[in-house]
């Protein structure tokens, strides 16, 4: 017991390192009088770099001034700028007027549910609560349907795994973090997307390339950082209940609460499917289904629970606990006889503890320290017909970080330490040339870290940092530098350069659980060594106005370039191999895309992206399979007076991808590699706002489009022709669904 209470203390830490002594809350004023909150509103002390972003409800907090009095900025696109002399420390509610008046007596004013910032030198971009709800958004797969720089994929035909791919790449590829900390990684990699429902996240920040080192180091592409509801600012009690024209439930439940200096929130999940469908692909020639499951059965119950202590301006500290239980049943439809049937059995149980403290020195904001430390355990059965995949991952995670500055609050410097112990016991058998049972890899990540940031008034931005690693199982450091530079020509345009290295550790079971999926026979070829790769990017963004109305263009270029790859190799049919990268490998990726209010609450967004990705396999660099070269996005949103009816319809245009090579079956030829044909989806949501709740009634995929026969050999599961795993369109047609919210603030 005495262990326990000394693990739970040792784990109790933070990571705020701004103050949190002065709040309040941004709002603009509507024409019936009510109050209405300004999201991503900039809050800065006039001459310095101290400053915050309100959230989704408006509330901000701001580090105290190095000295009082103080000017308080305050700034969001579309509103006059204003200015206010603050005297002492308190709550100050700030008011903003819009600076484009349609008529001499109607004020017009709106909340951008994107939002694209010219300040930061990182090119971020923040997605708010109103954007997750213009789809079904019941987890967070499902959260970036109307998000072009995040796309989303099933990864097989029987799991209802989904995965995500940013600049070209998977998404083990992209650092996941849940208020900068780690969330995604290791065993969680192949379901770990439909863990986190879309209701408890307030705003998902989009950072592309090179971050910041604080962060870790494992961002090749970038870094999502989940930011969920906070005590004072999430709902008193929110209630989510959705289902599907086939039955699928979803059910959320927040409630936040304070008690004195303490402070709480609690959410719950519960997702529930148990019913056999089986529309798509055929037999013998006849489309009556494949006789395999098109979306597996599942049950899931989650949980978070967060405290949070507000007794003291100077310090602060918070205690998260979660816990998931997952299970996943697909394969074959229960008609087929059990002692034949090919069955999918898929189970999570996921436990975690992370706590936050942060402290500042008095009277000098600038200069704070903070600790961040998490715990997990995660257990993963996975049966894909004869392929039993086992595991346990127990994870220790720490972060120290300690920000000051030099002269002035314009040269801002951070460093610190972490540490990450991950201990990974896994267990394969099926299709495996190598046994692998019993397996233990202790991974210990030991590192050092440091970050420059000058600011020279509104003009330059430069952030400059480097961390070290030192990796047990390599017993070498890792050096990551990274360099974000940003300069504003003016108000409106902000020009980026990033260059950054960043390394992970593969984890191929965990990782590609889709290609057990499959009659492939199995083979690690070497020890694999840790995936090493350079990012390079250039960003603009353009601020406008046009007929009164605003706008954002933005447009990006990056490249990723591996040193080292596990290449996960498909080429040959039957066969997944895993090797070290002998050769190149690169990843292309540009995007434009344009926001803009076409007229009074209309907006529009559009969104073109060409990825070019190659890999060398076994001495020939090829395109990367199951890769569209070519991506394109259309998002039209319409919103009535005080948003009582809004409408929304997104389109999707999905490029041509490269298809392996395969077998139809033991027996007949080889189906060489082949381009897939180009495709067009389409989401549509109606929703309704009464006082406390809405009524939503939407599509997914109203065109229907699926892919051909996904399942090939489904007739010979236990075949090593079958395979569940080129997937390169959607498995499941037309899905229509309603929902109610209630909220109480």
Request: proline residues 4%; aromatic residues 14%; negative net charge.
């Amino acid at each position: 017991m005495k262990r326990i209470i000394l693990i739970s203390m040792l784990l109790i830490a933070t990571i705020d390192t701004k103050a949190q002594q002065i709040k309040g809350r941004v709002v603009e004023i509507l024409p019936t009088g009510e109050e209405s909150p300004l999201p991503g509103a900039n809050v800065v002390w006039d001459g310095t770099t101290i400053g915050s972003t309100s959230n989704g409800q408006g509330f901000y907090l701001i580090n105290e001034p190095e000295s009082y009095p103080a000017t308080m900025v305050v700034t969001f696109i579309g509103y006059q700028s204003y200015k206010k002399e603050i005297k002492e420390w308190g709550n100050y509610d700030i008011v903003l007027e819009s600076s484009v008046k349609i008529s001499q007596v109607e004020v017009k004013g709106k909340v951008n549910t994107t939002q694209v910032s010219t300040l930061d030198p990182i090119n971020i971009q923040t997605i708010l609560t109103g954007e997750l709800e213009k789809a079904a958004c019941c987890n967070l797969s499902e959260s970036f349907s109307t998000n072009a720089t995040v796309d989303v994929t099933f990864t097989d035909a029987v799991s209802g795994a989904k995965q995500i791919q940013m600049l070209g790449l998977d998404g083990v590829y992209t650092q996941i973090t849940q208020e900068n900390m780690p969330l995604i990684r290791g065993m969680s990699s192949s379901y770990g997307l439909s863990y986190v429902p879309g209701t408890w996240i307030e705003s998902i920040q989009i950072i592309k390339g090179s971050g910041s080192v604080v962060n870790g180091f494992e961002s090749l592409t970038g870094q999502l950082n989940l930011e969920y509801y906070k005590p004072n600012s999430a709902p008193k009690l929110f209630w989510n209940a959705y289902i599907n024209q086939e039955g699928k439930l979803e059910n959320n439940l927040l409630f936040a609460k304070q008690n004195g200096d303490w402070q709480s929130n609690l959410f719950t999940h519960i997702s529930y499917f148990d019913k056999e469908i089986d529309k798509r692909g055929e037999l013998g020639g006849e489309r009556i289904g494949d006789k395999f499951l098109d979306v597996p059965k599942i049950k899931q119950v989650n949980i978070l629970n967060r405290w949070q202590y507000k007794g003291n301006p100077n310090y602060g500290m918070q205690l998260l606990a979660k816990a998931l239980i997952e299970e996943r049943l697909g394969g074959q439809i229960s008609s087929v006889p059990k002692e034949d049937r090919y069955i999918v059995d898929i189970n999570n149980s996921l436990y975690e503890i992370f706590s936050k403290f942060g402290a500042i020195q008095p009277n000098t904001p600038g200069k704070s320290a903070g600790l961040q430390t998490s715990f997990r355990l995660h257990n993963q059965t996975a049966i894909f017909g004869k392929n039993n995949y086992e595991a346990l991952q127990e994870s220790a995670y720490l972060n120290f970080i300690r920000q000051t500055y030099i002269n002035n609050t314009d040269n801002i410097f951070k460093y610190g330490f972490s540490q990450y112990a991950d201990r990974y016991t896994e267990s394969f058998s099926g299709n495996i040339n190598t046994p692998f049972n019993n397996q233990i890899r202790l991974d210990l990540m030991s590192g050092f870290f440091s970050e420059y940031t000058f600011k020279s008034g509104d003009v330059f931005n430069i952030t400059t940092g480097i961390r070290a690693d030192y990796y047990n199982n390599t017993k070498k450091f890792n050096y990551v530098p990274r360099l974000n530079m940003k300069y504003n020509p003016n108000e409106k345009t902000a020009v980026r350069l990033s260059a950054g290295r960043a390394f992970r550790i593969a984890n191929v079971f965990a990782e590609n659980a889709s290609f057990l999926a499959s009659g492939r026979t199995i083979d690690v070829v070497e020890k694999l060594n840790p995936e090493i790769a350079w990012n390079y990017g250039a960003n603009f963004t353009y601020c406008f106005y046009l007929n009164g109305r605003e706008g954002t263009i933005n447009l990006d270029a990056y490249r990723t370039d591996f040193e080292n790859q596990v290449v996960v190799d498909i080429e040959t049919p039957s066969e997944l191999s895993f090797y070290n990268l002998d050769g190149t490998s690169y990843a292309n990726s540009i995007q434009a895309d344009i926001m803009y209010e076409l007229f009074d609450r209309f907006d529009v967004k559009a969104a073109y992206k060409i990825n070019d990705v190659h890999i060398t396999y076994n001495g020939a660099e090829k395109i990367a399979p199951l890769t569209p070269k070519n991506r394109a996005l259309v998002n039209m949103s319409y919103a009535t007076n005080f948003d009582k009816w809004m409408f929304d319809l997104t389109w999707n245009y999905i490029g041509e991808s490269r298809v392996p090579s395969y077998f139809p079956s033991e027996t007949d030829y080889l189906f060489p590699e082949k381009m897939s044909d180009p495709f067009y989806l389409i989401n549509a949501q109606v929703t309704k706002k009464f006082k406390h709740f809405s009524v939503y009634v939407g599509g997914e995929n109203l065109l229907s489009y699926t892919q051909d026969n996904p399942i090939i050999d489904a007739g010979n599961p236990f075949s090593s022709a079958f395979d569940a795993s080129l997937i390169y369109a959607p498995v499941m047609g037309r899905m229509i669904y309603t929902g109610l919210r209630y909220k109480i603030k």
